[in-house]
DNA sequence: CTAAGTTGAGCAAACGTATTCTCGGCATGC
DNA sequence: GCATGCCGAGAATACGTTTGCTCAACTTAG
């Protein structure tokens, strides 16, 4: 019933070492030999118990995935990605995410700890200390995007959130956008503070004054998003706005639909992470690209650093991941120019215009009810 | 360093027998002794060894999923909330992807078997059947969605299609729509079929004919349902198209876009499934609800109640998941009516319409390049 | 032809836990 | 006061592998 590896080795007529080192391809065993107890392992259809195999060689062959929510389309792609890699290298994942809940969190790495995992990869943004600690102490090697400490045993992923942010900020420039509002993450999040002052940075450079006001505070979510467009309208009456992520963007895009205000002509609107998703909104949305791929990427191969790496002093453990502008169909010229120049490389964005919406939009009017 | 049942043992002054009894809250140990057992557990930070348990217990508290492409929306959900029951239930899941692809399947199904899944929930549409035959072999409990085979330790899920697919092309026969076009998933999936058969049979229920240039074959993705479009305007021009899943409507709106075409306006659609983000489409999608998070439960409760179940007489292993109409704003009047009623429930939908469009669709023009 | 070296297979000891079985101690009933 | 039960703790075994060690057989050099 139950296959063993025992099994294998009386109708191989061979020993159960014989067998282990036959299945592991170890070069000493007799190829005749070798050959014999294939045959009957793809008989059989004999499967090596993998639990025994990580008791005995201190091996899981798993590593832990830490995200935020998995619904979150931010990080389908890097699951995906994560899993192919995994399964190139015989490792198993284990899936774990932290519902921005602190019992989660720790229920988290509890999990991490009883399986045992070789590594994990940290990639929620915001974590308790304390719970790293745990992992820490065990020796776990870790990867982290942008929050881990300089110490051995951790790598750290680092975002340059400047790059692609100032692209934005100076595309929206060139549009003639002056008033350009910004909605944060929820601002405990490391990466959010850290986005929000890369455009504080690139307005500062090109000699834009960003006032208090025009700077927002969301959450990361498309409900933050719907509510986002109406804090920025009461303010400052931007006509540009760039958002922390594209599930802000998204909502603040869809509650200027309820409202009537139309995008890009009325209120330009730019991105965050690149989603797949946001070439499929309506208009496509321009954003800046942080590429879940390559991130899964990076993150997979500095965990396999740390555990093949048989010397303790390992290669560097610091690696970064750059940012870039995708240009789609959300921006356009701002209000007022658009008679005088064609809008760069957006073509297509001009149809759709509904001056009316401009018109009541730029009097301040209220929106249809 | 790595912390062990015997040095729990030793410290607490017991045998490891009575610490194990003690973590497993065996009633027969003493309290006085389960309390200084505890004691040196949550100081020294212990956590038992997954693999050694499983090893000797037969039963590795791992659930198998398997789901199409994590990538697609419409799995995250069901993911999440897999995962929230099994922690619940001290549960690991084991996430594994097939990309339509024979080797990932066959890669999936091994890894299920090495890590010795406690029970396999298979929601990917379509899975070869030599494979499932591995997993039956070794008595592993499974749940399926629509396709699995009538024996005892195999749950299916029937999913109703026929109740929402009616809904929808009743809502929009009301609506004056009698041109209806209907997008299918891949064909050499069951559940595709079971939808475009369901929209037959509700089509021939109130007596519209559905020709054989109605139906165009998609493949449930956003380009299939970009390419769909042109597919149903070269033929019957229809004022209403139904698809056999949201991701296909959203490519479908988005080059109805790119095309000038307004919906719902020139043009109703109607999605498949409900995820969670056709509620922020523009317009927002109507579309037939298939709970995913139902789905997910329903999953996990059919492997609990196989793997608890001491009697091999279990319960009923058939269960159904319904399907209903929700709807929003992508679907209107067809064209040539909008001015003698108001459209049904759908306020709001008649704000950004633009008759351009809809003159240069009904004379059948190309749309702009 | 013998001694030393090489090769490759089997024996047995782990790995960390659950669990059966044994057995001592205590209470209970006569 | 003694035999019988009962209760709870410990000793030992099993779970399915890997791997260090032993040792037989064979090869090669002298």
Chains 1, 2 share one sequence.
């Not at 300089?150 to 929206?172: K, T």
Request: net charge positive.
């Amino acid at each position: 019933m139950d296959m063993d590896i025992r099994e294998i080795a009386r109708r191989a007529k061979v020993s159960t070492a014989t067998v282990s080192r036959a299945i592991n391809r170890i070069p000493t065993v007799d190829p005749q030999l070798a050959k014999r107890v294939w045959k009957v392992v793809d008989e059989l259809g004999y499967y090596p118990n993998t639990q025994a195999r990580a008791l005995v060689s201190g091996k899981s062959r798993i590593f832990g995935l830490v995200v935020s929510e998995i619904t979150n389309p931010f990080f389908p792609e890097i699951v995906q990605t994560f899993e192919n890699l995994a399964v190139q290298h015989n490792y198993e994942i284990l899936l774990t995410s932290t519902i921005h809940d602190p019992k989660r969190m720790e229920s988290s790495v509890r999990r991490m700890i009883e399986r045992r995992v070789d590594g994990v990869a940290i990639l929620t943004f915001g974590m308790e200390d304390s719970l790293i600690e745990h992992l820490r102490f065990r020796k776990v090697p870790l990867v982290f995007v942008d929050v881990g400490p300089d110490v051995p045993g951790v790598s750290n992923i680092r975002v340059n959130y400047q790059n692609g942010i100032r692209q934005a900020v100076q595309h929206l420039a060139a549009l003639r956008h002056t008033r350009i509002a910004f909605v944060t993450g929820p601002l405990h999040l490391k990466s959010a503070l850290a986005r929000r002052d890369a455009f504080k940075t690139a307005m500062e450079e090109i000699g834009l004054p960003v006032a208090p006001e025009q700077i927002v505070v969301g959450d990361h979510t498309m409900e933050g998003g719907m509510r986002a467009l109406d804090l920025i309208s009461v303010r400052d009456c931007p006509t540009a706005v760039l958002c922390s992520n594209d599930m802000t963007a998204i909502g603040l895009m869809r509650e200027a639909y309820d409202q009537g205000i139309n995008i890009p002509h009325d209120l330009s609107v730019v991105g965050f992470d690149d989603i797949r998703l946001s070439e499929f909104m309506i208009p496509p949305l321009t954003t800046v690209q942080m590429s879940q791929t390559e991130l899964a990427q990076i993150a997979f191969k500095a965990l396999m650093n740390e555990v093949d790496g048989e010397s303790p002093a390992q290669g560097k453990s610091e690696y970064e991941l750059n940012t870039h502008l995708v240009l789609r169909r959300s921006t356009a010229l701002a209000p007022g120019h658009d008679g005088r120049l064609k809008p760069l490389m957006v073509s297509g964005a001009g149809r759709g215009l509904s001056s009316p919406y401009r018109a009541r939009r730029r009097k301040g009017m209220k929106p249809l009810a």
